[in-house]
């Protein structure tokens, strides 16, 4: 069985940076893709980006582009997702999610983490 | 970026009636097309990827349908676990650049 845990309820100052781990147990390798996918208080899902964690190669949303970074570490089976210059409107939960894919990226994911609520609040 | 537009934003049906919900894309995604289901304080859940394959363990009664720019999720007799909110979701993009539908929420009748 395959796990995605996430840590705590984090709450951030406007203008600083979050970095949310993600990490692997069960029957999952290294070679499948986390993906990072949030959702504001009452709104629908966004995907913010991905990481195969064997090969270390990220793709990113636009949106994102300049203010993310996914990495990996193997040693721990841990993804970790950060985010910077956060906004008010960055409040949400943010969920980590394994693609189907084998090696690459097919786009649909079958396990998710639990999600961790992130509050940008001065 | 293609967006993905669901219909109706809200759909009331009685138990055992069948729901239909729709997804359309802004351009043509192909087969690439999932759908999800989330129920109020959960992680979304796989029901249904290249637009009418079933996730593993999802029961016969969700099917998708469609392809291009029009998708079809289809529940043949509605279950009480089955009131939730549906999202569709395309990954026809290389790189990959996958966006969401704003979701249908389906309501008791």
């Known amino acids: 069985q395959v796990h995605l845990v996430q840590s705590g309820a984090d709450v951030k100052k406007p203008g600083s940076s979050v970095k949310v781990p993600c990490k692997a147990s069960?029957?999952?390798?290294?070679?499948?893709?986390i993906n990072w996918v949030r959702q504001a208080p009452g709104q629908g899902l966004e995907w913010m980006g991905g990481?195969?964690?064997?090969?270390?190669?990220?793709h990113y949303a636009h949106k994102f582009q300049d203010r993310i970074t996914i990495t990996a570490d193997e040693s721990t089976r841990t993804t970790f997702m950060e985010l910077s210059s956060l906004r008010s409107d960055d409040t949400a939960v943010y969920y980590c999610a394994r693609d189907l894919g084998f090696e690459e990226f097919l786009g649909y994911f079958d396990y998710w983490g639990q999600g961790v609520l992130v509050t940008v609040s001065s | 970026e293609i967006v993905m537009t669901q219909s109706p934003a809200t759909l009331s049906v009685s138990p055992g009636e069948r729901a239909t919900l729709a997804c359309r894309a802004s351009q043509g995604i192909s087969s690439n097309l999932a759908w999800y289901q989330q129920k109020s304080g959960q992680a979304p859940r796989l029901l249904i990827y290249g637009a009418s394959t079933r996730a593993t363990g999802i029961p016969a009664r969700f099917s998708g349908s469609g392809s291009g720019t029009e998708f079809t999720l289809t529940i043949s007799s509605l279950q009480s676990e089955d009131f939730a909110v549906y999202y569709c979701q395309q990954y026809s993009d290389w790189p990959p650049a996958y966006t969401f539908g704003q979701g249908t929420k389906l309501e008791i009748k």
């Open positions: 990481i195969i964690p064997f090969f270390g190669v990220a």
């Open positions: 069960g029957g999952t390798t290294n070679k499948y893709a």
